[in-house]
């Protein structure tokens, strides 16, 4: 016992047993945000820039659920993000913008368009699987660019209005940037809710065994194609959800969005963060994305900058932000909770 | 073909580019038998098992499984039609911990995989029958301990709490006291005979010792063939056994 303790340091042992409190207190924080800006207490930039975190997280949380928990190394999540961001777009300038109907048809066109490129891509392993999904995303890609009648080709589609929500004459407008602040926080929190539930379940405890053991787990009769090709699907479909908000809050979705830069960049998110847990792409997101912000209003070569810091993760803290603050394993989670 | 042979290989053959690895090997086990193949090293011990649980695709031949030809099928179909094995090498989930471990073939076993939205933890039959796996191969203590810091005996161990969990009705026992210390090979030869004799097993070997006091039947593999096959005394009295393998012994 004393020598697990000895390998949680102070900080640690705090968030464990002040752990409802500080989500307690991070909630209160998040609802009272705006009223910060409002004051002035913090520039009207900051609302968006919470917004941009939060988009960010629930992305980087759909890739993790195929990098750090099914071990899947997909460089092409984008691809996701990217098609969401479209679909959204191409629904709201010519149908409608009621998020009844576009969330619903967003998620199902990303989870149909991820058990296709997931038949082929998660048939490979390690590398092989990175290049199979960089060439999807890059394919995609490649048609938002060349299909312009379509997508809008090199400038996107554009002129995105605000969402709305609601039926017949109760249809709620979301047309300020606070009260998007406030879905994309309620969306954020739902699809963190479902992750959760997700990773904990059987499901996702057999996600965590093929990430350690594929072939272990097949010796026992799991046919792990099936679960690798499910977790793709359901990353895929949160990544869409996430492209929706992007395209609402950015009032525009461009081929940008479905690049390999925005794989990457959400990549590095996971390895900042620490990949494998659900709080760790929130920390990621937030870390990188004010970080780019503090960087490039101060120097133009930013991303060089950057550049440096990953590389520091790399070598120095290959378990992100988290592992700073949590024990690493569950098992030590728990032993940890018996002494507290 | 017999009606209680739960395994039956047939002409079974495998090459290796140039090199037959196994060549024409037809070996049947009986329902319930406790069976070793032994051969020296090369002989072609692991590449039957490989066949025989589905990790290599034989060149010529056939694997009967409770009768149904499972010569193309994948791993995970043969263990599902109640083939459990272990490995010669630990071949666990070596970041999670023993508990975990065991869990998850647990939860294979009961259906439970798809259970997307129930935490696992909280699942009292998961829990019960995870930790009653693991106090049976003597591991009670070990639950929450990551199996990569266990002992070596320990993994050992675990490697067959994981294969029982799936409740097989054959077990492939790959090496199962390799690297063992005699205390933790006296140990593991306790555990396997405490097996319910229902469970059909098909051990391969290097401990004469471990064989002997384990099986009623011995096949007997040597350059890709069977050159013996039978109960062990007249294994053990063969001329040609004596002089290319058990010879060397003593």
């Known amino acids: 016992m004393a020598t697990i303790t000895a390998q949680l340091n102070n900080a640690q042992l705090w968030l464990l047993r002040n752990r409802k409190w500080t989500v307690v207190a991070l909630l209160l924080l998040a609802l009272i945000f705006p009223l910060l800006v409002r004051f002035r207490i913090l520039n009207a930039y900051s609302l968006s820039l919470a917004i941009d975190v939060l988009i960010y997280a629930i992305f980087a949380m759909s890739l993790d659920l195929l990098l750090g928990y099914t071990g899947l190394i997909s460089f092409g999540h984008a691809a996701f993000f990217g098609l969401g961001a479209y679909i959204l777009a191409y629904l709201s300038t010519r149908l409608t913008s009621n998020l009844l109907l576009t969330v619903p048809l967003v998620l199902l066109g990303t989870a149909l368009a991820a058990l296709v490129i997931g038949f082929f891509a998660v048939r490979t392993r390690g590398i092989y699987f990175l290049m199979v999904t960089l060439a999807f995303g890059q394919m995609l890609f490649s048609i938002a660019i060349s299909w312009s009648s379509v997508t809008g080709g090199s400038d996107g589609l554009t002129g995105v209005p605000n969402p709305s929500l609601g039926l017949g004459p109760l249809n709620l407008a979301i047309d300020t940037r606070e009260n998007f602040y406030f879905f994309t926080l309620a969306i954020f929190l739902i699809s963190f809710w479902l992750l959760r539930r997700i990773v904990n379940s059987p499901f996702g405890w057999t996600l965590r065994g093929i990430r350690e053991n594929d072939a272990r787990l097949r010796a026992l009769g799991v046919n792990t194609f099936r679960f690798k090709l499910a977790a793709f699907v359901v990353g895929g479909a949160f990544a869409g959800l996430a492209g929706l908000l992007q395209a609402h809050s950015a009032s525009?979705?461009?081929?940008?969005?479905?690049?390999?830069?925005?794989?990457?960049?959400?990549?590095?998110?996971?390895?900042?963060?620490?990949?494998?847990?659900?709080?760790?792409?929130?920390?990621?997101?937030?870390?990188?994305?004010?970080?780019?912000?503090?960087?490039?209003?101060?120097?133009?070569?930013?991303?060089?900058?950057?550049?440096?810091?990953?590389?520091?993760?790399?070598?120095?803290?290959?378990?992100?932000?988290?592992?700073l603050l949590r024990p690493r394993t569950t098992a030590e989670t728990s032993r940890a909770q018996e002494i507290i | 073909?017999?009606?209680?042979?739960?395994?039956?290989?047939?002409?079974?053959?495998?090459?290796?580019?140039?090199?037959?690895?196994?060549?024409?090997?037809?070996?049947?086990?009986?329902?319930?038998?406790?069976?070793?193949?032994?051969?020296?090293?090369?002989?072609?011990?692991?590449?039957?098992?490989?066949?025989?649980?589905?990790?290599?695709?034989?060149?010529?031949?056939?694997?009967?499984?409770?009768?149904?030809?499972?010569?193309?099928?994948?791993?995970?179909?043969?263990?599902?039609?109640?083939?459990?094995?272990?490995?010669?090498?630990?071949?666990?989930?070596?970041?999670?911990?023993?508990?975990?471990n065991v869990r998850l073939a647990v939860q294979h076993r009961r259906r439970l995989n798809r259970e997307l939205f129930r935490a696992a933890d909280k699942n009292d039959l998961l829990t019960r029958e995870s930790h009653g796996l693991l106090q049976r191969v003597g591991l009670g203590e070990r639950a929450d301990q990551i199996v990569r810091t266990l002992a070596y005996g320990e993994q050992r161990a675990l490697e067959i709490a994981l294969a029982l969990a799936t409740e097989p009705q054959m077990l492939l026992l790959d090496e199962p006291t390799a690297g063992m210390s005699p205390a933790e090979t006296t140990q593991m030869v306790r555990l396997i005979e405490s097996l319910p004799r229902a469970l059909t097993l098909l051990v391969v070997e290097h401990d004469m010792d471990v064989v002997f006091s384990l099986a009623d039947r011995i096949t007997v593999l040597h350059y890709g063939q069977i050159i013996a096959d039978g109960k062990p005394n007249a294994v053990r009295a063969n001329p040609l056994v004596q002089e290319i393998y058990l010879g060397v012994q003593t």
Do not use: C
Request: net charge positive; glycine share 12%; proline share 3%.
């Open chain 1, 252 to 323: 525009i979705a461009s081929p940008e969005n479905l690049y390999w830069t925005t794989s990457g960049q959400v990549m590095i998110m996971l390895l900042v963060g620490g990949a494998g847990t659900l709080t760790g792409p929130l920390l990621g997101a937030a870390t990188v994305r004010l970080l780019q912000n503090f960087a490039s209003t101060r120097t133009e070569r930013w991303e060089t900058l950057m550049g440096l810091v990953f590389i520091a993760f790399v070598l120095f803290l290959r378990g992100g932000l988290i592992s």
């Open chain 2, 1 to 100: 073909m017999s009606s209680t042979a739960i395994l039956q290989v047939e002409h079974l053959s495998k090459h290796f580019g140039g090199l037959a690895a196994l060549n024409d090997v037809s070996v049947q086990v009986e329902r319930g038998a406790r069976q070793a193949i032994i051969g020296p090293n090369g002989a072609g011990k692991s590449t039957l098992f490989n066949l025989i649980a589905g990790e290599l695709v034989p060149t010529k031949g056939q694997v009967y499984l409770q009768g149904r030809d499972v010569t193309a099928l994948p791993v995970h179909t043969r263990a599902n039609f109640g083939l459990g094995r272990t490995f010669q090498r630990n071949n666990l989930f070596f970041g999670l911990s023993a508990f975990e």
